[in-house]
C-alpha cells in the first residue's frame, strides 16, 4: 500500500489530465493566450505539484512559488501587452488557473489576487502612480495584496469602517483588515477606505500605498482547515499617514472599482474548482486501475466505476457552466447570474466529488502523500471567497423573482 501512495505524488499524469479536459475553451482563445496556458500548465504539474504539499505542511506563504511564477511571466496576464503584461482574455486567464489550481488553489488564487490588483493599477491608477507601481507588479518583483474585508463586514462591504480622514496634505488611515490574501508577504496593498459614513458606497476610496509605511501592522498568517500557501492574514491601520499620489481610485469610485470584476472573479474560483476536481478524477482512477482487491481490480466494481462516472458529470458540468460565464464576461454581456451559478455548483461540487475520489480509493484517500486531502480542505474555502454560495442564492434569486 505505501509504494501505491507514494507513486500518486507523480499524479495527475499529464496524459490522463489531458483526456479529461474538454476543448470547449481551448478553442476560443488565442495563439498568444494558448501560448500562456501551456507554460503556466508546465510552470504548475514541473514546478508546483512536486512542492505544494510541502509548503502547506509548513503552513506558510510560498515566496518562492510566486518568484517562479514571477520568472515564468505569470504576474501581468491581465495588464496589456503595450504595458508589459500577457494582455490575457478572461477565457484565457480561466484556463490558466484551472491549470495552476489542478497542482494547488492556494498558488492560483494567490495569482489571482496579484494579477486582480496589477490589472485595476492598469485600468484605474492616475498616470503618476501607474508608472511607479505597475512595473514591479508586472515583474513580480513586489507582490500586491486586495484590503476590502474587514473583521465584521464580509460580504456586505459596502458597510466597511476602517476611515481615511484629511488632516492638511495628508490622508489619515484608521482600521482593520481581515481575510487578506497574501497579506503576510504583499508589499503592495490596495486599500478601500470610508472618508464619510453617511454617504455609504459613495464615501469609499482606494489607496495603492507601500506595505512597510508606518502604522501598518499585520497579524500573523491565519490557521485555516487548508491553503495556507495564501498567506491568508489580518491588516491594521493605526495613524497611518499617506498622500494624494497613493489614491489609485477617487473618493465615491472606489467600492464601483471593488465591485466591477466580481463575475469574472467567481467564474475563476469555479474554473479552479474543475482544475482540483481534474486532479481528484485522475488520481482516483489511476489508483483504482491498479488496487487488487475480491480477485481483479477494484475498478471493475459496478459501485466504483459509477462512482467516479458521477464525479466525470459534475466535472464537466462545472465546466461548461464555468466556461458559458467566461464567454459572457469576455463578450460585455451580462455575466452575473451565469458567474453565480457557475461559483455556487463549482463549489458544491468540488467538495463533494473531491470527497469520493477519496473514498474509492479506501484508506489511502486519506493519506498526505496525494494531493486530494489538500485539495478537498481547499474546496471548503472556495465556498466563500468571492461571494459566499449564499450571495450567489441571492443573486439567482433576485433574477428569478424579482
Known amino acids: 500500500m505505501s509504494s501505491q501512495a507514494t507513486d500518486l505524488n507523480a499524479m495527475p499524469a499529464p496524459d490522463l489530465v489531458s483526456e ?34 510541502s509548503w502547506e505542511r509548513d503552513r506558510r506563504f510560498a515566496t518562492e512559488a510566486f518568484a517562479s511564477a514571477a520568472g515564468e511571466e505569470l504576474c501581468g496576464l491581465l495588464v496589456p501587452v503595450a504595458d508589459g ?33 496589477a490589472g485595476a493599477v492598469s485600468r484605474r491608477a492616475p498616470a503618476e502612480l501607474r508608472a511607479r ?25 459596502a458597510k466597511i ?20 490574501s497574501n497579506g503576510t508577504s504583499a508589499e503592495l496593498l490596495s486599500v478601500y477606505a470610508q472618508t464619510d459614513p453617511a454617504a455609504g458606497h459613495r464615501g469609499i476610496v482606494t489607496f495603492l500605498i507601500d506595505g512597510s509605511t508606518d502604522g501598518v501592522e499585520r497579524s500573523e498568517g491565519y490557521e485555516l482547515s487548508g491553503a495556507h500557501g495564501l498567506g491568508t492574514n489580518g491588516i491594521s491601520f493605526e495613524n497611518c499617514r499617506v498622500s494624494d499620489a497613493d489614491v489609485m481610485v477617487p473618493v465615491g469610485e472606489g467600492f464601483v472599482a471593488a465591485m466591477e470584476g466580481i ?19 485522475a488520481t482516483a482512477i489511476e489508483y483504482v486501475r491498479q488496487r487488487q482487491a475480491f480477485g ?40 452575473a447570474v451565469m458567474a453565480a451559478h457557475a461559483k455556487k455548483f463549482a463549489t ?10 477519496m473514498q474509492v480509493m479506501g484508506a489511502v484517500g486519506a493519506r498526505r502523500d496525494h494531493p486530494l ?10 465556498h466563500y471567497v468571492d461571494g459566499a454560495t449564499e450571495i450567489q442564492d441571492v443573486v439567482i434569486s433576485r433574477a428569478l423573482l424579482d
Not at 463575475?263 to 478524477?281: F, K, N, S
Request: net charge negative; hydrophobic share 50%; proline share 4%.
Open 20 to 53: 479529461l479536459t474538454p476543448d470547449v475553451a481551448d478553442a476560443a482563445v488565442g495563439s498568444g493566450d494558448q501560448a500562456v496556458i501551456e507554460r503556466a500548465a508546465s510552470w504548475a504539474r514541473d514546478y508546483v505539484a512536486p512542492r505544494a504539499e
Open 85 to 117: 503584461g500577457s494582455g490575457m482574455s478572461q477565457i484565457g486567464l480561466a484556463r490558466v488557473l484551472e491549470e495552476i489550481a489542478a497542482a494547488d488553489f492556494a498558488i492560483a488564487f494567490s495569482l489571482v489576487c496579484h494579477n486582480n490588483l
Open 133 to 157: 507601481a505597475l512595473p514591479p507588479l508586472v515583474s513580480g518583483e513586489r507582490l500586491g495584496a486586495f484590503l476590502l474585508t474587514e473583521p465584521g463586514v464580509g460580504s456586505d462591504a
Open 161 to 180: 469602517t476602517t476611515s481615511a480622514r484629511r488632516d492638511g496634505d495628508e490622508w489619515v488611515l484608521d482600521g482593520e483588515k481581515a481575510w487578506v
Open 263 to 281: 463575475d469574472i472573479a467567481r467564474v475563476l474560483v469555479a474554473a479552479m474548482c474543475c482544475g482540483m476536481m481534474r486532479t481528484g478524477l
Open 296 to 335: 481483479g481490480r477494484i475498478a471493475d466494481l459496478q459501485a466504483v466505476r459509477f462512482r467516479l462516472a458521477d464525479v466525470a458529470t459534475d466535472l464537466e458540468a462545472s465546466r461548461l457552466l464555468a466556461y458559458r460565464a467566461a464567454f459572457a464576461v469576455a463578450e460585455g454581456r451580462p455575466a
Open 348 to 357: 458544491r461540487a468540488a467538495e463533494r466529488r473531491l470527497a469520493d475520489c
Open 373 to 382: 486531502p489538500r485539495h478537498l480542505a481547499a474546496s471548503r474555502l472556495t
